[in-house]
């Protein structure tokens, strides 16, 4: 028997179809099949809107605005860049979310004109005051698939390193910040058990296993999320 259909499942079904029908629309000039994938654009509408979290026409109307021709059309995941930041003293770097109030590494939009790692110190500067060096990435994280965010989006982790600087929280993003053992955490943390021992781990110089979501042999089932 399959598992119970999930919102999780829902919104990544209704967002995939959304995608398909972006894309095709950026490339295909003819009626027909434009007004299918318009037809599909609609359907997508309706699913998302099943989880209660707004009206039809308001996503068929934000997905049909988005579409471009040709290449930049081409609907892909956003990305996000994330930084653990560690110190001389082992020590965790951690922001409080002026717009959740949940603790979490820093983490942001990735620009335009910056590579990865260059978003990632720009970030810790930005929203911390601490300056930093990029060392390696230890993460990369479909957030559609792990449930922290509600449109496609990948995240990609690097661990980095302070060389400079003092905490000074941005003052329209931050609450509060610090840093910390693995003793005396804030609470509460986003996703704790997805990366809290592997950035110990790596800001320490002790072994761990970068992390990335291993492909799954059935995409599109129900449940195919699951761990």
Not at 186 to 214: C, G, L, Q, T
């Amino acid at each position: 028997m399959n598992p119970e259909i999930s919102a999780q499942d829902l919104l990544r079904w209704s967002e995939s179809l959304a995608g398909v029908a972006q894309t095709g629309l950026a490339f295909s000039e003819v009626q027909f099949e434009r007004e299918r994938y318009e037809e599909i654009i609609e359907i997508a509408s309706d699913i998302k809107a099943r989880i209660g979290s707004g009206e039809p026409a308001q996503f068929s109307e934000e997905w049909l605005s988005s579409v471009r021709t040709g290449l930049a059309g081409y609907a892909t995941p956003k990305i996000a860049v994330g930084a653990i930041v560690g110190n001389d003293d082992g020590e965790l770097l951690l922001i409080q979310r002026a717009d959740s109030g949940i603790w979490l590494y820093v983490t942001g939009w990735a620009d335009v004109g910056y590579s990865a790692a260059e978003v990632a110190q720009k970030e810790v500067l930005e929203e911390t005051g601490i300056e930093c060096e990029a060392v390696r990435p230890i993460g990369i994280y479909d957030g559609l698939r792990l449930g922290f965010t509600t449109i496609p989006l990948y995240s990609i982790v690097f661990q980095c390193r302070a060389v400079g600087g003092e905490l000074k929280a941005h003052p329209q993003e931050v609450t509060d910040l610090g840093w910390f053992t693995p003793e005396d955490l804030p609470s509460p943390i986003a996703s704790a058990d997805r990366w809290i021992d592997m950035a110990f781990a790596a800001i320490n110089d002790r072994p761990y296993d970068i992390y990335f979501d291993e492909p799954r042999p059935e995409v599109w089932r129900s449940g195919a999320d699951e761990d």
